[in-house]
């Protein structure tokens, strides 16, 4: 069997994933060429907001002002098993049949919900294949602070409870499983499910009292600690805590059936 070549590989695996929610409840053949796509990637723009939340719980604060010195291109929907499949799978061996997920590590199957139970660890790996195949664009998990600042897109830390019915699902309306990327609302940067489905790994290491001295200018958590950052609601999330200002954590090589994760992408 021959080996494809870097980019031909990754833009042949599936068919094209379209954004429109739509498209994306019935499909069973998201890939990789969402990845490249720029409609599937959304520009957040350079600007300030009050990262945290002085009435959340007492590592949502305190409320200071952070700065995203530049824009950044987020994925409008969370990382699929299909495309998790397709990035991690051994690239000598025969793909699986068309539609199947193969070795997904997932705890709910299904090429076009997002991938979960996956650890922090096993993410950075996910990116080290997909870079080392990918000459045009390099992916990384966003920040803490640009995670929040994208999932507030402008608006406060408080969803109402109407809010998380339109867009998230979440402990009242999921039936105990994730869903298809994409079928819920978008917020009013154009991303879907930031704060339900699966909650996100982002890059931080964790500190309860890091808000306290962090830099005012792109804040990247402290330098070191036991614990990664993981953000937002999810499937078993009750409304009240479907919130951008909620902050999860765990050990780097811990595995969740409700946590998953969405790129950022970047010109090389």
């Not at 930031?194 to 990247?220: F, I, R």
Request: hydrophobic share 35%.
């Amino acid at each position: 069997m021959s080996y494809m070549p870097k980019r031909a590989f990754l833009l042949g695996v599936f068919t094209m994933l379209s954004v429109q929610p739509q498209a994306l409840h019935g499909s069973e053949k998201a890939g990789l060429d969402a990845l490249y796509h720029a409609d599937t990637f959304a520009r957040i723009p350079a600007g300030s907001f009050r990262m945290g939340y002085a009435k959340g719980l007492d590592d949502e604060g305190p409320e200071h002002e952070v700065r995203i010195g530049a824009a950044f291109e987020l994925g409008k929907v969370e990382v699929t098993q299909a495309q998790w499949e397709a990035v991690m799978r051994d690239p000598h061996k025969p793909m699986p049949a068309d539609g199947a997920v193969g070795a997904t590590p997932s705890h709910f199957k299904g090429a076009n919900l997002p991938v979960e139970s996956v650890s922090w660890d096993d993410v950075q790996l996910f990116l080290q294949r997909l870079n080392e195949r990918e000459s045009t664009y390099k992916f990384r998990l966003p920040t803490e602070a640009e995670w929040e600042y994208a999932s507030r897109a402008g608006a406060k830390p408080q969803a109402s409870l109407k809010d998380a019915e339109e867009e998230a699902w979440f402990k009242g309306n999921a039936g105990d499983t994730t869903h298809a990327i994409g079928g819920k609302k978008p917020n009013h940067w154009g991303l879907y499910d930031m704060d339900g489905n699966v909650a996100e790994w982002v890059s931080d290491w964790y500190g309860a009292d890091y808000y306290a001295g962090s830099p005012h200018t792109d804040p990247k958590g402290p330098s070191t600690g036991s614990y990664r950052v993981f953000k937002g609601g999810a499937w078993l999330t009750d409304a009240a805590l479907c919130r951008p200002t909620i902050r999860n954590f765990d050990f780097p090589n811990s595995r969740f059936y409700h946590v998953g994760f969405r790129l950022v992408r970047a010109a090389k």
